[in-house]
């Protein structure tokens, strides 16, 4: 049976857990709409409701919690190619994959914003081990996609390109939502539109590449 003492690291655990997720979401906003330079830990603090004290206990610099926060993004994007590792069919990964990415840009939209903002800036501020990471993920997808290709699966293509084009034609609905909205009669789209988005773009991208839809 576990003791008042044994709970209490375990308790105060969650409350680190917690207020670390607080933070980062908060900073994905502040750094989303203000930039890295124009984002301070000031405005950060305010917006998770916590004493910038606490921003600096978790995070000793404003540096260290936008690289913290591009980590986290590109964690969720690179557990979306996860379809490519199921031994899946080419529709139905990438269908997935689309799906997916979509999905992504509609529920985390700031997360892409502050991708899009870095690299528009030349990716200064992106920690080597970022890339270190990316760079073996991308080739890996590189890999399952000439797999594919080589097996007749569907029609020869640069996969890096493929993988380009998947990113900006999904990321384009987080990246570019108010102009979306501006031109959808001021209206964010409905789940049915949504759902329509989802379903053309992969529609398109499969038949591109002589896919039959799953």
Not at 112 to 136: F, K, Q, Y
Request: negative net charge.
């Amino acid at each position: 049976m576990a003791t008042l003492e044994d709970k209490k690291p375990r308790h105060k655990a969650k409350i680190r857990e917690e207020n670390q997720q607080l933070i980062l979401r908060a900073a994905e906003a502040v750094f989303a709409e203000a930039g890295f330079k124009g984002a301070t830990t000031a405005a950060i603090a305010e917006r998770a409701g916590l004493p910038k004290a606490n921003v600096h206990f978790y995070f000793s610099t404003k540096r260290e919690l936008y690289q913290e926060v591009l980590s986290d993004i590109l964690e969720e994007w690179f557990e979306a190619a996860g379809s490519f590792d199921a031994g899946r069919s080419p529709a139905e990964a990438l269908t997935v994959y689309i799906r997916t990415k979509m999905e992504m840009s509609r529920q985390r939209p700031l997360g892409s914003r502050v991708w899009a903002n870095e690299v528009l800036h030349g990716a200064t501020m992106t920690s080597e081990e970022v890339w270190d990471r990316m760079r073996p993920w991308f080739e890996d997808c590189v890999l399952h996609i000439n797999r594919w290709i080589s097996e007749g699966k569907m029609d020869p293509v640069e996969p890096q390109f493929l993988m380009y084009m998947i990113w900006a034609t999904t990321q384009h609905y987080a990246d570019f939502a108010s102009q979306i909205e501006i031109l959808n009669g001021g209206e964010a789209l409905s789940d049915d539109q949504f759902e329509a988005a989802i379903n053309q773009t992969t529609g398109i991208i499969l038949k591109g590449l002589g896919i039959q839809e799953r």
